[in-house]
């Protein structure tokens, strides 16, 4: 009768001891969750400002010296 007893208050300190591990880890992450910093919105470009940012880069090109370029570059073909 004694070694049931024994038994079964091992089993409830057993369980006691997960349930309270339980209740502690759910308060921390609990916790954890309302402490974190709020994540940032990433917000894609809109496309009118993507297009006026394509135009001024195409606009900065200069395409009146892509001639002088290839020569350079067939001069060196030339040369092998």
Known sequence: ME????NR?????????????????GALI?????TQAPQQVLTSPTPDSEAASISQEIET??????????EAIDK???GL
């Open 3 to 6: 070694n049931t007893q024994n």
């Open 9 to 25: 208050d091992s089993k409830e300190s057993v369980l006691t001891t997960i349930v309270a591990g339980i209740i502690v880890l």
């Open 30 to 34: 609990l916790w954890m969750r309302q």
């Open 61 to 70: 090109l200069n395409v009146n010296n892509l001639n002088a370029e290839l």
């Open 76 to 78: 060196e073909l030339e």
